[in-house]
């Protein structure tokens, strides 16, 4: 058996270079268990309520601004002499409390996002991990963008609709709970509609998906989304379906841009 010489303490040589394999193992040495993934989700979504909490308490100095503001598209599609009403005697009160929720939500989305990453950070690795600005802004805007789609758009058009069926004989006068919870489950939907251009970018630059997959898959993916806009939206008439699905389809066009974009500079990275 051969033996190896030991570099002498003087010597200027290293003792051995370290191998891709060896990053490998490291890698996997710092992986953690699965109580310790729990304990990592557990801490970040203490964060996170902690900046919730935080955005409650700013938008509570804007309250009555933030309520006139999310009830305006509702308000703007009453007939003359209508108004929004609540029969039970803490309604109004309680929707106060949910339009702080929902603003300190809002407010403090970006720090959620950044809860999000560093939960998912752990299992990256080090040339992925740099990528936590774009994931927060990517899914930030995301998040803000279906939401003003929501309000200016989608909200607007259901509400025009439903108001369309007032007649003389039948009064159009909604409710406070159902108008403002009508509005929360579209923009939370709209809200994860519009992740989808994030949630490609990073698909793409781990190689996960490429744009020749998503061109593909157009046929399904539109399917698919037909599929879920009839889920999502509230009326079965196909106008409101298509509010829907096509800004669906315009965000699934875009992510083919994206990861058609994204994927040039990942093979330069990889082959530098």
Avoid at 145 to 152: L, P, Q, S, V, W
Avoid at 220 to 242: E, K, Q
Wanted: charged residues 15%; proline residues 6%; contains cysteine.
């Amino acid at each position: 058996m051969a033996l190896v010489p030991f570099p002498s303490p003087g010597s200027t040589g290293a003792l051995k270079k370290p191998t891709d394999d060896e990053d490998d193992e490291d890698a996997l040495d710092g992986r953690m268990s699965f109580l310790d993934h729990l304990e990592e989700l557990r801490k970040r979504i203490v964060y996170a309520c902690f900046g919730i909490a935080a955005g409650v308490a700013f938008s509570f100095l804007f309250i009555q601004n933030i309520y006139d503001f999310l009830t305006a598209p509702a308000i703007a599609t009453l007939p003359a002499g209508s108004r929004l009403i609540y029969t039970q005697p803490t309604e109004a009160f309680a929707l106060y409390i949910n339009i702080s929720l929902l603003s300190g939500a809002v407010f403090a989305s970006p720090f959620i996002m950044y809860q999000v990453w560093q939960f998912v950070a752990p299992g990256l690795y080090a040339n992925e991990k740099k990528f936590v600005v774009p994931f927060v802004l990517f899914t930030t805007l995301g998040f803000l963008a279906g939401a003003a789609f929501n309000h200016y758009v989608a909200y607007r058009f259901v509400m025009i609709y439903f108001a369309s069926f007032n007649t003389p004989n039948l009064a159009y006068m909604p409710q406070l709970r159902e108008v403002f919870g009508l509005y929360i489950k579209m923009l939370l939907g709209l809200g994860l509609i519009f992740q989808m251009p994030a949630v490609v970018f990073f698909l793409a630059r781990i190689g996960a998906v490429t744009a020749r997959f998503l061109v593909k898959q157009f046929k399904y993916a539109t399917l698919v989304i037909f599929i879920l806009a009839a889920v999502v939206t509230p009326t079965g008439d196909p106008m409101t379906l298509m509010v829907f699905a096509l800004p669906m389809i315009g965000l699934y066009v875009l992510s083919i841009g994206i990861a058609w974009l994204v994927a040039p500079k990942r093979t330069n990275d990889t082959t530098a």
